[in-house]
C-alpha cells in the first residue's frame, strides 16, 4: 500500500505472504490499534524485512500489537513517533528501528533491537529476551523507559546522553556502555540499574564513555565491577554515588582529567593523568590511585579515602581530606621525574595506618626527594612512618607525625608543631635537623655526615634509648631536658646542649655507660645561653679533645658524672663538678660567686693549666695531687690546697 496518506480502521484482518507488507508514503498516519489482525512470515520494504512503515513523516500511535519475524521502522528524512505503541516480536526476531531525523521508539519486545536517529528518544519499554539492545543517537539518546537485556550488551552511543524518570536498566554478563563525545548524566535516576557486568570497549565497567562526562545527583549504581572511563576529555562525577558489593572491583580512568565522586566497593582503582577526589572511596580491600608522572591526585576538603590497604601513586599528593587504611599499609610513591614527591598538607587533613602493625610509607619502592613542609597535617601509624629520599632531599613538617620515624636522605628536616616525635633510625648523606613540640625520642641510630640538630619543646626532652648511637660533623641538642643513655659523638665539631627551657635550665641525666663526645672539638652545655646546669647520676661519660664548658651564669653548675675527659671550664653560683672514674681531671677558666670544689678519683691528679684563671670566694681541691702548670692562676680570698702527695 503505497500513499501520501494511508489509514486503516475497524481492525480487519491483513495477511501477506513471502513477499510482505508494506506501508508507505509521502506521509502516514496509523493506528497501532487497527493493526491487530497482522499476520505475516516476512514483510518486507524495499526489499529488507521490516515491519513498520516508511515515508517522510510516520506517526504510530496507539496500544495495539505489531507481530511479526523481524521487525524495521524506518522513514526518511522526518521524524519518526512510536508514542504509545507496542511492537512485540519472536525471541530469536530482530527488531531495527531507524530514522534519519528522529525516532520514538514506543515499547518494543524482541530477540535483539537497535535503534539509531539524529534524535533518539526511548519512550517506552525496550525489552529484549538475550540479545543485545543498541541505541545510538548521532546527535541525542533520552532515555525515559526501561532497558533491559538481561543475557547481552546494553549499548548507549551518543553525544549527549539524559536518562530520566529513574527508568529500570538491567544488562547482562556484558554489560551496559554509555558513551559519546558529552555526555550528562543524573545519577539518581540510575537507582534501577542492576548487572553482573558492565563493559565499555570490552573492559568491565560501571558508567559512562566520551571525551566530556558529566556525572551528578546521589543515586546509586549496582553492579559487580565498575569503571568510569572517558577519552580525551575530563570526567566529571562531582556528587555522584556509586555502590558495589563488596567482592566487586571499582575502577575508574581517564586519559584527560578525572573526578571520582563517592565510590563503595571491595577494591576501587582510579588513574587519569591529573586525579581529584571529590567524595568518599570507601573500599573492603585495597584503594589505588594513580596520576600521570606529571600529574597529581587531589584530595578535596571534607572527602575521605579509606580501605583495608592504599596505594597512592603521583609526584604530587595535595591533600585537604582524610585518607585511612585501616587494615595494612598507606604507601605514597612518586612516579615522576627522579622519583621526586611532593605532599602538601592542608590544615585537618591527615594520612593514617592505624591497625597494629601497620606503616605510612613515602617513596619505599623507588627512592626520591620528598617536600612536604607546610607545617600543617597529621601524619599517623602504629609502626612505622618512613621516607625514603635516598642521596635525595628530605624535608617534611607536619602538625603532627605519630608512629617511629625512619628517614634516609641528603639532607633530612623533619619537624612538627605538636605532639611528641619517636624515631628510628635516620640516615643523612648532609645535614639532620629533627626538631618538635612535644618531646623528641631517638631509639634508632642517627647517622650524618653533616651537621645534626635535634630541638624538643621548651617544657620537653630529648631521650636517646640505650645501644643507640647519634653522629654527626657536629652535634647540637636544643632542650630542657636531656635523658642519654646511647653514645651521643660529634665526630669532626663540637658537641652543643642547649636548654631551650625557661631560663635556660638544663637537666641532664646520663645513664651509666653513656657517653657524650666530640673527639676533635669542645662539649659545651648552654653556651648559647646561661642556665642553670644539673647532672646528678654520677653516671655517664663526658668527652672532648679540646674543652667541655658548663655554662651557668649566675645559676647553678651541680654535675656528678662517670668521668670527664678534656679541659674543664664552667661559671656558676655555686660550680661543682664531680667524677668517679680513675682519671685526671684538668682544669681550665673557671669563675663563681660562691666557693669552689673539686674532687678527684683518689689514685688520680687534678691539673690546673697553664694560663687557666679559677676565680671563687674560696677554691678547694680534695686529690692526693694537684699539678700546677706555670701561669696558672687563682683569684681567692681564701685559696687553700688539701692534698696527699706532691703539689707542683
Known amino acids: 500500500m503505497i500513499s501520501p496518506t494511508i489509514t486503516i480502521t475497524g481492525a480487519p484482518a491483513i495477511t501477506a505472504g513471502q513477499v510482505g507488507l508494506a506501508l508507505s508514503g509521502a506521509n502516514g498516519s496509523f493506528d497501532a490499534s487497527t493493526l491487530t489482525g497482522i499476520t505475516t512470515t516476512n514483510l518486507y520494504l524495499g526489499g529488507v524485512p521490516f515491519l513498520g512503515y516508511g515515508g517522510s513523516n510516520v506517526t504510530l500511535t496507539g496500544t495495539g500489537n505489531l507481530s511479526g519475524v523481524s521487525g524495521l521502522f524506518q522513514v526518511g528524512a522526518g521524524t519518526y513517533t512510536a508514542t504509545g505503541s507496542s511492537v512485540t516480536l519472536p525471541g530469536t526476531a530482530t527488531a531495527n528501528l531507524s530514522a534519519t531525523a528522529n525516532l520514538n521508539t514506543g515499547s518494543v519486545t524482541a530477540g535483539t533491537i537497535s535503534a539509531s536517529a539524529t534524535n533518539l528518544t526511548v519512550d517506552g519499554s525496550l525489552i529484549t529476551t538475550g540479545g543485545v539492545i543498541t541505541l545510538n543517537g548521532s546527535s541525542t539518546v533520552a532515555i525515559g523507559g526501561a532497558l533491559s537485556a538481561p543475557g547481552a550488551t546494553l549499548s548507549v552511543i551518543s553525544p549527549t546522553i539524559t536518562i530520566t524518570g529513574a527508568p529500570t536498566i538491567t544488562a547482562g554478563q556484558v554489560g551496559l556502555a554509555l558513551s559519546g563525545a558529552n555526555g550528562s548524566f543524573d545519577a539518581s535516576t540510575l537507582t534501577g540499574i542492576t548487572t553482573t557486568n558492565l563493559y565499555l570497549g570490552g573492559v568491565p565497567f560501571l558508567g559512562y564513555g566520551g571525551s566530556n562526562v558529566t556525572l551528578t545527583g546521589t543515586g546509586n549504581l549496582s553492579g559487580v565491577s565498575g569503571l568510569f572511563q572517558v577519552g580525551a576529555g575530563t570526567y566529571t562525577a562531582t556528587?555522584?554515588?556509586?555502590?558495589?558489593?563488596?567482592?566487586?572491583?571499582?575502577?575508574?580512568?581517564?586519559?584527560?582529567?578525572?573526578?571520582?565522586?563517592?565510590?563503595?566497593?571491595?577494591?576501587?582503582?582510579?588513574?587519569?593523568?591529573?586525579?581529584?577526589?571529590?567524595?568518599?572511596?570507601?573500599?573492603?580491600?585495597?584503594?589505588?590511585?594513580?596520576?600521570?608522572?606529571?600529574?597529581?591526585?587531589?584530595?578535596?576538603?571534607?572527602?575521605?579515602?579509606?580501605?583495608?590497604?592504599?596505594?597512592?601513586?603521583?609526584?604530587?599528593?595535595?591533600?585537604?581530606?582524610?585518607?585511612?587504611?585501616?587494615?595494612?599499609?598507606?604507601?605514597?610513591?612518586?612516579?615522576?621525574?627522579?622519583?621526586?614527591?611532593?605532599?602538601?598538607?592542608?590544615?585537618?587533613?591527615?594520612?593514617?595506618?592505624?591497625?597494629?602493625?601497620?606503616?605510612?610509607?613515602?617513596?619505599?619502592?623507588?627512592?626520591?626527594?620528598?617536600?612536604?613542609?607546610?607545617?600543617?597535617?597529621?601524619?599517623?601509624?602504629?609502626?612505622?612512618?618512613?621516607?625514603?629520599?635516598?642521596?635525595?632531599?628530605?624535608?617534611?613538617?607536619?602538625?603532627?607525625?605519630?608512629?617511629?620515624?625512619?628517614?634516609?636522605?641528603?639532607?633530612?628536616?623533619?619537624?612538627?608543631?605538636?605532639?611528641?616525635?619517636?624515631?628510628?633510625?635516620?640516615?643523612?648523606?648532609?645535614?639532620?635537623?629533627?626538631?618538635?613540640?612535644?618531646?623528641?625520642?631517638?631509639?634508632?641510630?642517627?647517622?650524618?655526615?653533616?651537621?645534626?640538630?635535634?630541638?624538643?619543646?621548651?617544657?620537653?626532652?630529648?631521650?636517646?634509648?640505650?645501644?643507640?648511637?647519634?653522629?654527626?660533623?657536629?652535634?647540637?641538642?636544643?632542650?630542657?631536658?636531656?635523658?642519654?643513655?646511647?653514645?651521643?659523638?660529634?665526630?669532626?665539631?663540637?658537641?652543643?646542649?642547649?636548654?631551650?627551657?625557661?631560663?635556660?635550665?638544663?637537666?641532664?641525666?646520663?645513664?651509666?655507660?653513656?657517653?657524650?663526645?666530640?673527639?676533635?672539638?669542645?662539649?659545651?652545655?648552654?653556651?648559647?645561653?646561661?642556665?642553670?646546669?644539673?647532672?646528678?647520676?654520677?653516671?655517664?661519660?663526658i668527652t672532648a679533645g679540646n674543652i667541655v664548658t658548663f655554662n651557668g651564669g649566675a645559676n647553678a653548675v651541680n654535675v656528678s658524672i662517670n668521668s670527664l675527659t678534656g679541659i674543664l671550664n664552667g661559671v656558676g653560683s655555686p660550680l661543682t663538678v664531680n667524677t668517679s672514674a680513675a682519671i685526671n681531671l684538668s682544669l681550665g677558666s673557671l669563675s663563681s660567686l660562691t666557693p669552689l670544689s673539686f674532687v678527684s678519683d683518689p689514685a688520680r691528679a687534678i691539673i690546673v693549666l697553664a694560663s687557666s684563671t679559677i676565680s671563687a670566694p674560696s677554691i678547694t681541691f680534695t686529690t692526693p695531687t694537684l699539678v700546677l702548670q706555670s701561669n696558672a692562676g687563682f683569684n681567692s680570698t681564701a685559696d687553700s690546697a688539701d692534698a696527699t702527695g706532691h703539689v707542683h
Do not use: H, M, R, Y
Open 239 to 541: 556528587g555522584s554515588s556509586v555502590t558495589l558489593p563488596g567482592t566487586a572491583t571499582a575502577n575508574l580512568s581517564a586519559t584527560a582529567n578525572l573526578n571520582t565522586g563517592s565510590v563503595t566497593a571491595g577494591t576501587i582503582s582510579a588513574s587519569s593523568p591529573n586525579l581529584t577526589v571529590d567524595g568518599t572511596l570507601t573500599a573492603t580491600s585495597g584503594i589505588g590511585l594513580t596520576s600521570a608522572p606529571t600529574g597529581s591526585v587531589n584530595v578535596s576538603v571534607g572527602n575521605t579515602i579509606f580501605g583495608s590497604t592504599i596505594g597512592i601513586t603521583t609526584p604530587t599528593l595535595n591533600n585537604d581530606g582524610i585518607v585511612t587504611a585501616n587494615a595494612g599499609n598507606l604507601a605514597i610513591q612518586s612516579n615522576g621525574a627522579g622519583g621526586a614527591l611532593i605532599v602538601n598538607l592542608s590544615a585537618g587533613s591527615q594520612l593514617n595506618a592505624n591497625s597494629a602493625g601497620t606503616n605510612v610509607t613515602f617513596n619505599a619502592i623507588t627512592a626520591g626527594a620528598i617536600t612536604g613542609n607546610s607545617g600543617n597535617g597529621k601524619i599517623s601509624a602504629s609502626n612505622v612512618v618512613d621516607f625514603n629520599g635516598g642521596s635525595n632531599a628530605v624535608d617534611i613538617s607536619a602538625q603532627t607525625i605519630t608512629g617511629t620515624i625512619s628517614a634516609t636522605g641528603s639532607p633530612i628536616t623533619i619537624s612538627s608543631s605538636a605532639g611528641n616525635l619517636a624515631f628510628a633510625a635516620v640516615t643523612s648523606g648532609s645535614a639532620t635537623t629533627l626538631a618538635g613540640a612535644g618531646n623528641i625520642a631517638l631509639n634508632g641510630n642517627v647517622a650524618s655526615t653533616g651537621a645534626v640538630v635535634v630541638t624538643s619543646g621548651s617544657s620537653s626532652s630529648v631521650d636517646v634509648a640505650g645501644g643507640t648511637t647519634v653522629s654527626g660533623s657536629s652535634v647540637t641538642i636544643n632542650t630542657p631536658v636531656l635523658n642519654n643513655n646511647a653514645t651521643i659523638t660529634a665526630s669532626l665539631g663540637d658537641l652543643d646542649i642547649e636548654s631551650n627551657g625557661p631560663a635556660n635550665s638544663l637537666s641532664l641525666n646520663l645513664g651509666a655507660g653513656s657517653l657524650l663526645a666530640a673527639p676533635a672539638g669542645n662539649v659545651n652545655f648552654n653556651t648559647g645561653g646561661a642556665g642553670s646546669i644539673v647532672a646528678l647520676s654520677g653516671s655517664g661519660d
